[in-house]
């Protein structure tokens, strides 16, 4: 399957030049890993085996991984899974961080029926761009130690909402377009899967991995800070160019009327205490192998279903869309080309078109 000399592995991957791929011993190992239960995880310090852990999300960006999870990667290969896509639907914060990166289930024998190509008819996607990737996920293996596995579970909502779930990757080969099927050997890596599911009582979030879900979860924009991590990290990690220009069009949430903006602060100063207090027990609580006990689950599900009630039931009407950019007073239109360059430069909006970004 792999060449031992490891030569068709560095002339496939696009890893930056100080983190080599994993070994082609580790590769053909994969094939014999098996899941984690993500709540009853153990890891083991002294293992010398490690994990292949898959990133698609701000886990891209070297400010995340490495700087605030503080993550140092054995080895690293960008890879495309056809049995996943990249969705933007997990729930996080109205007005301030609408949603986050997640993955979804794909049927990679018919790439151009599936549930995003379905969404992507809807008026409100097509204008996001997020439904436009038809070749899978991208994302980046990372080889790492059992116990950074831990660290990461733990970073990631300790277990709260994720299961561990294997899935095939194929290395990416060097250029700047992805191919549609991937042509090259596949290997097994780990990832956090957090399932969309109906919860098995209206309002909470399901008890087997899976998440609280929103009525549309294709409608809510990430925040530009959030896609930024993902820009970077995949410009960092050296995706292929066709991905990145994929990534640099996609469209954040912009605070484009005064009632979001001052709806952005009342909601915060409401709700952000008690954010930090959640941050702050899961520092004091959770036990070395990154998981929460249940009491402060069921805490962290009942403030979260808090938020987006009161976001549902009085702030969205009171104050106006706390997912969505709507149009501002003052907006004439947008330039769609200027928009792309500065996205792709990594800069902030244009004042003179604030107000019709991500329409």
């Known amino acids: ?115 995003s190509e379905k969404a992507s008819s809807n008026a409100y996607t097509r204008d996001y761009h997020k439904d436009r990737w038809k070749k899978g996920l991208i994302g980046i293996v990372y080889e790492v130690t059992a116990s950074d596995y831990a660290h990461i ?39 956090l899967f ?29 925040s530009a800070r959030y896609l930024k991590l993902i820009t970077d990290g995949a410009e960092e990690r050296g995706l292929p160019l066709e991905y990145r220009e994929y990534l640099a069009e996609l469209r954040p949430y912009t605070l484009t009327t005064q009632g979001q903006r001052l709806g952005q602060f009342v909601f915060s100063s409401l709700w952000l205490p008690f954010i930090l207090m959640i941050f702050a027990l899961n520092r004091m609580y959770q036990d070395k192998n990154g998981r929460n006990p249940p009491w402060l689950k069921a805490l962290s599900a009942a403030i979260f279903k808090g938020v987006w009630i009161s976001y549902d ?24 080309r200027s928009w792309r360059i500065w996205r792709r430069r990594g800069n902030a909006v244009p004042a003179d078109n604030e107000k019709c970004v991500g329409l």
Not at 108 to 113: F, G, K, N, W
Not at 162 to 173: A, K, T
Not at 195 to 211: F, L, N
Not at 313 to 336: M, P, Y
């Open 1 to 115: 399957m792999f060449d031992s000399s490891q030569k068709w592995l560095k002339r496939t991957s696009v890893c930056p030049a100080n983190v080599s791929p994993p070994s082609t011993e580790r590769l053909l190992r994969s094939h014999d890993d098996r899941a984690f239960n993500a709540d009853t995880y153990t890891s083991h310090p002294q293992s010398k085996e490690t994990v292949l852990y898959l990133a698609y999300g701000s886990n891209l960006a070297h400010a995340t991984f490495e700087g605030q999870r503080g993550i140092r990667p054995l080895s690293q290969i960008a890879v495309q899974v056809p049995e996943l896509r990249l969705t933007f639907d997990l729930p996080g914060i109205p007005y301030s961080e609408p949603c986050f990166a997640n993955t979804a289930r794909r049927d990679p024998s018919h790439p151009t029926t599936t549930d």
């Open 313 to 336: 039931d009085f702030f969205r009407d009171l104050f106006g869309d706390g997912e969505r950019s709507v149009k501002g007073d003052e907006c004439e239109g947008e330039n769609e």
């Open 194 to 222: 957090a399932p969309a599911r109906p919860p098995p009582h209206e309002g909470d979030p399901p008890s087997d991995g899976g998440r609280f879900q929103r009525p549309d979860p294709s409608y809510a924009q990430a």
């Open 153 to 191: 579970i733990a970073t990631e909502g300790g277990g709260s909402a994720y299961h561990d779930i294997l899935v095939d990757c194929h290395p990416i080969p060097a250029g700047d377009i992805v191919p549609t099927v991937p042509t090259t050997k596949p290997f097994r890596a780990h990832t």
